[in-house]
């Protein structure tokens, strides 16, 4: 593997020039992705940047009731956290759906939001990939592509996102405290990553430099009503091959508020504002939200081994709703 | 033979090394301190089949630290005919993508890398042909199946007999390339010094590998000494000596200094062996009892262009059930793939898959208990060679095992029961493995404080082995075991076969007691000397002369699942396994062996597949996150027994070997029971979500 050099920043301000004056330098978190990447020359820095040791390993809760958790809160504090499981347990939930323990004990929020796809092509540099190596074309497209994309690819990229973090604060409307070259500034979750389109080596919206700082999730009077559904190819310690996050608010029966978004459908967490639309200001049923869930998923463009993802990801969305209206005191 | 000594054996024991392991004291290959170390790191071939044009090591070369590039142009030279899978760095002949065709070494394992990434080869690429399928044009029938089997066998008139059959069963099974993933990679570290080869190497059998090495290298046999005291997993992978350890010889022979080399996650998936993808097609043909008439077991799997392989697929179908009317057949394909290899149980495990698969099928069309099916087709004599059992205890494990199970009760009625949004299901296999011995020297030595030493060139892979013979060596000797001292893994030590074929504690300990037991009838003689005294013992003889019966351990396999309706996920509820391997020698690491097996056979079932690229030739999902294995979360109760069982016409321990048979038939038992849960039959492994949920109600 390359050589590379490590330096351990003091705060926000000093990570961010180390980054910025070195093209190409990468930020580290709890390193379980990114290691990975590096032993196998997919990802190739001269310089790492360790963020771990900034002052940003803290939950706070805010005055709006909502929290803000800083970047470096590695994955099994954020889930145990008590004001998670309290004000915010869809969170808890996504968490300990993925990975195991031991990685949960080493990987940060921020880390967690920026892993890279687990698309089995681009983890191996013998093998054309258009997102490692703009132009090689995507061996995927027309490969085993069983795990990847049914939503929002293109021909050029048919990757996947593999957080489940990501799939919830995408359904909380969560929004990042952002560090740049030009000062602090935010950006919404549902923003964070794109679609491939012809670009997919740019997975995010983050300027050069960006840092991560922190994720602010805002107060959400229903949070407690969620779930977080994942199917997975065995029974833990896998990535998703599809998975739901919901929150429900019944008035009476009629749907007051929603919350719904897919993971491993996308090169993004896919927040299914359709099936929202569908669902709210309706008399709840399991109908109406397979309904919802078939508006969500009109757009699917399965690919040649994944054209189950679009039952898998409806009979999701069903349980998961039923579930939660369910539950919900009349 | 008399009944040993009340003592070690059939007691529970810790294994011997296993504090060494946990704490980490106990060395594996790579993790011997050796002054003046190297690194290799092996290059893969970027071509599927081809020949090597021209090779430019000049980038990888100028990173500092980097040593030496090794290749086929400039390679030290090794005989040919040995064994071409290790014929290594010798030609420009490309075989398969993945197939070592350079060694950089370097003075930090960082440097090595990345130096093997920088190493230009350029290619003459030809057509390539990759994936197994039944229409294969050049599928043909080897010679033998392996270890030595005629392909094809009849008895009586299948055709026939299945034809005037009442109830007929005619299904086609497909297994994937399956990839053995031990802890410990294939990994080496080699020395040369005075002309004279030291390798600490990760193998199943340090006294084949010394024999290799010597041939390819030109040396007698005492010039190589192989040293593998502790190994971190084999499953069969490491049954031969593999490319690490030749790599690193070439390696340490070109520097002139001690080379280590260890494979990375990714470059097991490959060239260090798999296990075939098979198509089985298995035609049964009964009467309305189930009684099974004709049988005949179509076995097509593939092999490389170096080096044939074939897979015993059909065999277990040979001996295990009854039928009048009998066929196996294998067809083998040369592909431009690596060259599979053993994995637990080659040839039982996936044929039993098929076949007890085809039973369930058989069951439900004759509406037979599926127990009680196999009672029915129970044999008492061998139907492939006609020879008599030293002992079969198939029935007893089916009945013992449905009282444990609680099958008693079972509705038959295919997707009949749930559980919310869980369908529930149950099922059984039978599972038979051979029970072979092979031959062992073994030395003992009494020293005049009263203590021994037993050394055997055993290698213990992780399942408990030194303390199985360790044991048996004290009872042997009729001395409390904490007297004895065994020593194994060192080529140096008396020779012995490989840890492999279930037949490792068989054989070793077969000559362990008969050490034992001339040291004891000289120390009978008279006092030992200060020199201490030394017995050497060969079972060759002996084990030549064994009586020609057919030899066996049994089992059963009872499963239940749980098929999510939503999702088509399967989860195990509960896996139990009833054996009859013949005595136990330490019940904590035979339980061991036996869960291990089961649970590898649930991953078979439903977890691991290699998923093959047909443009590149090779298998894309080639580390732990994306090949799938079973974790604990998996098999949260799972549990075997085992029948006690005296079988005099084994071996002096009476000991069956139990490395193996716990993975035979628990796959099918698992899909029979997703089947009894479902009503889809998939016959395709493994049972994945996405093949069950398009049979599954929609919401």
Same mark, same amino acid.
């Not at chain 2, 013979?469 to 020779?495: C, E, F, H, K, Y």
């Given at each position: 593997?390359?050589?590379?050099?490590?330096?351990?920043?003091?705060?926000?301000?000093?990570?961010?020039?180390?980054?910025?004056?070195?093209?190409?330098?990468?930020?580290?978190?709890?390193?379980?992705?990114?290691?990975?990447?590096?032993?196998?020359?997919?990802?190739?820095?001269?310089?790492?940047?360790?963020?771990?040791?900034?002052?940003?390993?803290?939950?706070?809760?805010?005055?709006?009731?909502?929290?803000?958790?800083?970047?470096?809160?590695?994955?099994?504090?954020?889930?145990?956290?008590?004001?998670?499981?309290?004000?915010?347990?869809?969170?808890?939930?996504?968490?300990?759906?993925?990975?195991?323990?031991?990685?949960?004990?080493?990987?940060?929020?921020?880390?967690?939001?920026?892993?890279?796809?687990?698309?089995?092509?681009?983890?191996?540099?013998?093998?054309?990939?258009?997102?490692?190596?703009?132009?090689?074309?995507?061996?995927?497209?027309?490969?085993?592509?069983?795990?990847?994309?049914?939503?929002?690819?293109?021909?050029?990229?048919?990757?996947?996102?593999?957080?489940?973090?990501?799939?919830?604060?995408?359904?909380?409307?969560?929004?990042?405290?952002?560090?740049?070259?030009?000062?602090?500034?935010?950006?919404?979750?549902?923003?964070?990553?794109?679609?491939?389109?012809?670009?997919?080596?740019?997975?995010?919206?983050?300027?050069?430099?960006?840092?991560?700082?922190?994720?602010?999730?805002?107060?959400?009077?229903?949070?407690?009503?969620?779930?977080?559904?994942?199917?997975?190819?065995?029974?833990?310690?896998?990535?998703?091959?599809?998975?739901?996050?919901? @929150?429900?608010?019944?008035?009476?029966?009629?749907?007051?508020?929603?919350?719904?978004?897919?993971?491993?459908?996308?090169?993004?967490?896919?927040?299914?504002?359709?099936?929202?639309?569908?669902?709210?200001?309706?008399?709840?049923?399991?109908?109406?939200?397979?309904?919802?869930?078939?508006?969500?998923?009109?757009?699917?463009?399965?690919?040649?081994?994944?054209?189950?993802?679009?039952?898998?990801?409806?009979?999701?969305?069903?349980? @998961?709703?039923?579930?939660?209206?369910?539950?919900?005191?009349? | 033979?008399?009944?040993?000594?009340?003592?070690?054996?059939?007691?529970?024991?810790?294994?011997?090394?296993?504090?060494?392991?946990?704490?980490?004291?106990?060395?594996?290959?790579?993790?011997?301190?050796?002054?003046?170390?190297?690194?290799?790191?092996?290059?893969?071939?970027?071509?599927?089949?081809?020949?090597?044009?021209?090779?430019?090591?000049?980038?990888?070369?100028?990173?500092?630290?980097?040593?030496?590039?090794?290749?086929?142009?400039?390679?030290?030279?090794?005989?040919?005919?040995?064994?071409?899978?290790?014929?290594?760095?010798?030609?420009?002949?490309?075989?398969?993508?993945?197939?070592?065709?350079?060694?950089?070494?370097?003075?930090?394992?960082?440097?090595?890398?990345?130096?093997?990434?920088?190493?230009?080869?350029?290619?003459?690429?030809?057509?390539? #042909?990759?994936?197994?399928?039944?229409?294969?044009?050049?599928?043909?029938?080897?010679?033998?199946?392996?270890?030595?089997?005629?392909?094809?066998?009849?008895?009586?008139?299948?055709?026939?007999?299945?034809?005037?059959?009442?109830?007929?069963?005619?299904?086609?099974?497909?297994?994937?390339?399956?990839?053995?993933?031990?802890?410990?990679?294939?990994?080496?570290?080699?020395?040369?010094?005075?002309?004279?080869?030291?390798?600490?190497?990760?193998?199943?059998? #340090?006294?084949?590998?010394?024999?290799?090495?010597?041939?390819?290298?030109?040396?007698?046999?005492?010039?190589?000494?192989?040293?593998?005291?502790?190994?971190?997993?084999?499953?069969?992978?490491?049954?031969?000596?593999?490319?690490?350890?030749?790599?690193?010889?070439?390696?340490?022979?070109?520097?002139?200094?001690?080379?280590?080399?260890?494979?990375?996650?990714?470059?097991?998936?490959?060239?260090?062996?798999?296990?075939?993808?098979?198509?089985?097609?298995?035609?049964?043909?009964?009467?309305?009892?189930?009684?099974?008439?004709?049988?005949?077991?179509?076995?097509?799997?593939?092999?490389?262009?170096?080096?044939?392989?074939?897979?015993?697929?059909?065999?277990?179908?040979?001996?295990?059930?009854?039928?009048?009317?009998?066929?196996?057949?294998?067809? %083998?394909?040369?592909?431009?793939?690596?060259?599979?290899?053993?994995?637990?149980?080659?040839?039982?495990?996936?044929?039993?898959?098929?076949?007890?698969?085809?039973?369930?099928?058989?069951?439900?069309?004759?509406?037979?208990?599926?127990?009680?099916?196999?009672?029915?087709?129970?044999?008492?004599?061998?139907?492939?060679?006609?020879?008599?059992?030293?002992?079969?205890?198939?029935?007893?494990?089916?009945?013992?095992?449905?009282?444990?199970?609680?099958?008693?009760?079972?509705?038959?009625?295919?997707?009949?029961?749930?559980?919310?949004?869980?369908?529930?299901?149950?099922?059984?296999?039978? #599972?038979?493995?051979?029970?072979?011995?092979?031959?062992?020297?073994?030395?003992?030595?009494?020293?005049?404080?009263?203590?021994?030493?037993?050394?055997?060139?055993?290698?213990?892979?992780?399942?408990?082995?030194?303390?199985?013979?360790?044991?048996?060596?004290?009872?042997?000797?009729?001395?409390?075991?904490?007297?004895?001292?065994?020593?194994?893994?060192?080529?140096?030590?008396?020779?012995?076969?490989?840890?492999?074929?279930?037949?490792?504690?068989?054989?070793?300990?077969?000559?362990?007691?008969?050490?034992?037991?001339?040291?004891?009838?000289?120390?009978?003689?008279?006092?030992?000397?200060?020199?201490?005294?030394?017995?050497?013992?060969?079972?060759?003889?002996?084990?030549?002369?064994?009586?020609?019966?057919?030899?066996?351990?049994?089992?059963?396999?009872?499963?239940?699942?749980?098929?999510?309706?939503?999702?088509?996920?399967?989860?195990?509820?509960?896996?139990?396994?009833?054996?009859?391997?013949?005595?136990?020698?330490?019940?904590?690491?035979?339980?061991?062996?036996?869960?291990?097996?089961?649970?590898?056979?649930?991953?078979?079932?439903?977890?691991?597949?290699?998923?093959?690229?047909?443009?590149?030739?090779?298998?894309?999902?080639?580390?732990?996150?994306?090949?799938?294995?079973?974790?604990?979360?998996?098999?949260?109760?799972?549990?075997?027994?085992? %029948?006690?069982?005296?079988?005099?016409?084994?071996?002096?321990?009476?000991?069956?070997?139990?490395?193996?048979?716990?993975?035979?038939? #628990?796959?099918?038992?698992?899909?029979?029971?997703?089947?009894?849960?479902?009503?889809?039959?998939?016959?395709?492994?493994?049972?994945?979500?996405?093949?069950?949920?398009?049979?599954?109600?929609?919401?």
């Amino acid at each position: 593997m390359r050589a590379f050099r490590y330096q351990r920043p003091a705060d926000v301000a000093e990570a961010v020039a180390l980054l910025d004056a070195e093209p190409d330098a990468a930020y580290l978190g709890g390193g379980t992705n990114l290691v990975d990447l590096m032993k196998l020359g997919v990802q190739r820095p001269d310089l790492l940047v360790d963020v771990t040791g900034l002052p940003l390993d803290t939950v706070d809760t805010l005055p709006d009731g909502g929290l803000r958790v800083g970047a470096t809160v590695r994955n099994s504090d954020l889930a145990a956290h008590p004001a998670v499981r309290r004000d915010h347990p869809l969170l808890s939930r996504a968490l300990l759906a993925g990975a195991s323990g031991q990685l949960r004990n080493m990987a940060t929020t921020a880390g967690n939001l920026l892993q890279r796809t687990r698309c089995v092509y681009f983890q191996d540099t013998g093998k054309a990939c258009n997102k490692r190596e703009p132009g090689t074309g995507c061996a995927a497209r027309h490969g085993q592509n069983r795990d990847l994309a049914i939503l929002g690819w293109s021909e050029f990229c048919v990757a996947t996102h593999p957080s489940d973090l990501a799939v919830a604060l995408v359904a909380l409307d969560a929004v990042l405290e952002v560090y740049d070259p030009g000062g602090a500034r935010e950006i919404p979750v549902a923003e964070l990553h794109r679609t491939p389109g012809e670009q997919p080596e740019r997975e995010t919206n983050l300027p050069r430099g960006a840092l991560i700082t922190a994720v602010r999730v805002p107060p959400l009077p229903f949070a407690r009503r969620c779930t977080y559904l994942k199917a997975r190819d065995r029974a833990t310690f896998a990535f998703a091959v599809g998975s739901v996050a919901a @929150a429900l608010d019944l008035d009476g029966d009629t749907v007051r508020d929603v919350r719904l978004a897919y993971g491993a459908v996308a090169h993004r967490p896919w927040r299914a504002y359709r099936a929202e639309e569908a669902l709210r200001g309706r008399p709840f049923t399991a109908e109406l939200a397979a309904r919802a869930a078939d508006a969500e998923l009109a757009a699917a463009r399965p690919l040649p081994h994944n054209g189950f993802k679009v039952a898998l990801i409806r009979n999701l969305t069903v349980r @998961a709703l039923t579930g939660l209206a369910a539950a919900v005191p009349r | 033979m008399s009944a040993p000594p009340v003592g070690a054996v059939g007691r529970e024991h810790p294994r011997l090394e296993g504090r060494d392991k946990v704490t980490g004291a106990a060395r594996y290959a790579v993790e011997y301190p050796v002054d003046d170390v190297t690194y290799g790191w092996a290059v893969p071939a970027m071509a599927t089949r081809g020949r090597i044009t021209r090779i430019d090591a000049a980038p990888a070369l100028a990173v500092p630290g980097v040593l030496a590039v090794l290749h086929h142009g400039n390679a030290p030279r090794l005989t040919p005919g040995v064994d071409q899978t290790l014929f290594l760095l010798q030609e420009p002949t490309v075989h398969y993508r993945g197939e070592f065709v350079a060694v950089v070494v370097a003075d930090t394992i960082e440097a090595a890398r990345e130096g093997a990434r920088l190493v230009r080869i350029d290619y003459d690429a030809e057509p390539h #042909s990759t994936v197994l399928t039944e229409h294969h044009p050049d599928l043909y029938r080897p010679d033998t199946v392996n270890p030595g089997y005629p392909p094809d066998t009849a008895d009586g008139d299948f055709d026939a007999g299945y034809a005037a059959a009442e109830v007929r069963v005619d299904a086609t099974y497909r297994t994937p390339a399956y990839h053995n993933n031990p802890m410990e990679p294939h990994a080496t570290t080699a020395h040369w010094r005075d002309g004279r080869l030291l390798a600490h190497d990760s193998t199943q059998g #340090s006294t084949p590998v010394q024999a290799t090495l010597a041939q390819l290298f030109g040396l007698p046999p005492e010039a190589v000494r192989v040293i593998a005291e502790h190994v971190g997993g084999g499953f069969g992978s490491k049954g031969a000596p593999k490319a690490p350890v030749v790599l690193a010889a070439l390696a340490a022979r070109h520097v002139d200094r001690p080379v280590r080399l260890a494979l990375t996650r990714q470059q097991l998936f490959g060239p260090i062996g798999y296990r075939t993808p098979t198509i089985q097609r298995v035609r049964l043909g009964a009467d309305a009892d189930g009684r099974i008439e004709a049988v005949c077991h179509d076995a097509i799997s593939q092999t490389s262009t170096v080096h044939e392989f074939a897979e015993q697929t059909a065999v277990y179908t040979r001996s295990m059930y009854a039928g009048r009317h009998r066929r196996t057949t294998h067809r %083998l394909v040369r592909l431009d793939v690596p060259t599979p290899f053993w994995m637990r149980a080659p040839g039982e495990c996936p044929g039993a898959y098929a076949l007890e698969s085809a039973l369930d099928e058989l069951a439900t069309a004759c509406g037979v208990d599926p127990v009680e099916l196999r009672v029915r087709n129970d044999v008492t004599v061998d139907p492939d060679s006609g020879q008599p059992f030293s002992s079969r205890n198939l029935v007893a494990c089916l009945r013992e095992g449905a009282r444990r199970f609680g099958w008693a009760d079972r509705d038959p009625t295919p997707g009949a029961r749930h559980d919310g949004r869980w369908l529930i299901g149950t099922g059984v296999a039978g #599972s038979s493995y051979p029970a072979r011995a092979r031959a062992a020297a073994a030395a003992a030595t009494a020293a005049p404080d009263g203590t021994f030493e037993v050394r055997i060139n055993a290698t213990d892979i992780g399942t408990g082995a030194r303390t199985a013979l360790w044991q048996v060596a004290a009872d042997a000797l009729a001395v409390p075991a904490d007297r004895v001292t065994i020593r194994v893994g060192d080529s140096d030590l008396p020779a012995a076969g490989v840890a492999g074929g279930s037949m490792g504690t068989a054989s070793w300990s077969w000559a362990v007691i008969r050490a034992c037991e001339q040291l004891r009838q000289r120390l009978r003689d008279g006092v030992v000397p200060a020199e201490g005294l030394t017995v050497e013992v060969s079972t060759a003889d002996e084990i030549r002369g064994q009586r020609p019966l057919a030899r066996y351990a049994y089992g059963a396999h009872f499963a239940q699942v749980r098929v999510d309706a939503d999702t088509g996920e399967v989860r195990l509820d509960r896996m139990l396994g009833m054996f009859a391997a013949g005595r136990v020698v330490n019940p904590t690491t035979a339980r061991s062996q036996l869960i291990g097996g089961m649970t590898m056979g649930l991953s078979m079932a439903l977890h691991e597949e290699g998923l093959l690229d047909e443009r590149y030739g090779d298998w894309v999902n080639h580390d732990l996150a994306t090949y799938h294995v079973s974790v604990c979360a998996d098999v949260e109760r799972i549990e075997a027994y085992w %029948l006690p069982e005296e079988d005099p016409e084994l071996n002096p321990a009476g000991v069956k070997g139990i490395g193996e048979i716990g993975i035979v038939g #628990s796959a099918a038992a698992v899909a029979n029971a997703v089947h009894h849960a479902t009503g889809v039959r998939v016959r395709d492994l493994p049972i994945r979500l996405d093949k069950l949920l398009e049979h599954l109600p929609a919401r």
